[in-house]
T-cell receptor
Framework: GQSLEQPSEVTAVEGAIVQINCTYQ??????LSWYQQHDGGAPTFLSY????GLEETGRFSSFLSRSDSYGYLLLQELQMKDSASYFC???????????FGTGTKLQVIP | ETGVTQTPRHLVMGMTNKKSLKCEQH?????MYWYKQSAKKPLELMFV???????ENNSVPSRFSPECPNSSHLFLHLHTLQPEDSALYLC????????????FGDGTRLSIL
């Protein structure tokens, strides 16, 4: 089967940088995605990595190393509104579906 | 309207009731999904539809019955649910099955008495 591991909780200070890691074990691999979900809200797409390397979108960046089955989401210049849960998700050989991690709850403190 | 819309937002039902959850997407996508989200668990994929045809059924109990009458609408019919079925049920859509990004609705918070 497939599994994704993320830290359950992370706390960081406003204005700082935080990295949320994700390791995965899957049968086949077709890309790693990141989603953000605020309490009571819908998950929203942040980024996708299909190939190794860094993808940057504003304050958010995502990295992938397929040889290490590892990726991370980097949030810079943290703002209070970044407090949310962050999920990594992998599209594996069951290419019609995506498996989600358990999520990392990020708390940004003043 | 834009995006993915789910109704109702909240639903309380007894174990013997029958109810339906509705999802509508206005994005022109060909794939739609139902997910279950419980506390401290990852999103669990329940069903995947591609152009109204079910392409994935993730070992979901028969008390959950999906219906996709067209590529814009998806229903989840509920019957004889159990207390452990209380959760947030999320609908999503994408251009094709498995393709990112998936666009999610706000979900239906379901409570089984």
């Amino acid at each position: 089967g497939q599994s994704l591991e993320q830290p359950s909780e992370v706390t960081a200070v406003e204005g700082a940088i935080v990295q949320i890691n994700c390791t995965y074990q899957t049968s086949g691999f077709y890309g790693l995605s990141w989603y953000q979900q605020h309490d009571g809200g819908a998950p929203t797409f942040l980024s996708y990595n299909g190939l190794d390397g860094l993808e940057e979108t504003g304050r958010f960046s995502s990295f992938l190393s397929r040889s290490d089955s590892y990726g991370y989401l980097l949030l810079q210049e943290l703002q209070m509104k970044d407090s949310a849960s962050y999920f990594c998700a992998v599209r594996d050989q069951s290419y019609q579906k995506v498996t989600f991690g358990t999520g990392t709850k990020l708390q940004v403190i003043p | 309207e834009t995006g993915v819309t789910q109704t109702p937002r909240h639903l309380v039902m007894g174990m013997t009731n029958k109810k339906s959850l509705k999802c509508e997407q206005h994005l022109g996508h060909n794939a739609m999904y139902w997910y279950k989200q419980s506390a401290k668990k990852p999103l669990e994929l329940m069903f995947v539809y591609s152009l109204e045809e079910r392409v994935e059924n993730n070992s979901v109990p028969s008390r959950f019955s999906p219906e996709c009458p067209n590529s814009s609408h998806l229903f989840l019919h509920l019957h004889t649910l159990q207390p452990e079925d209380s959760a947030l049920y999320l609908c999503a859509s994408s251009q094709a099955p498995g393709i990112q990004p998936q666009h999610f609705g706000d979900g239906t918070r379901l409570s089984i008495l």
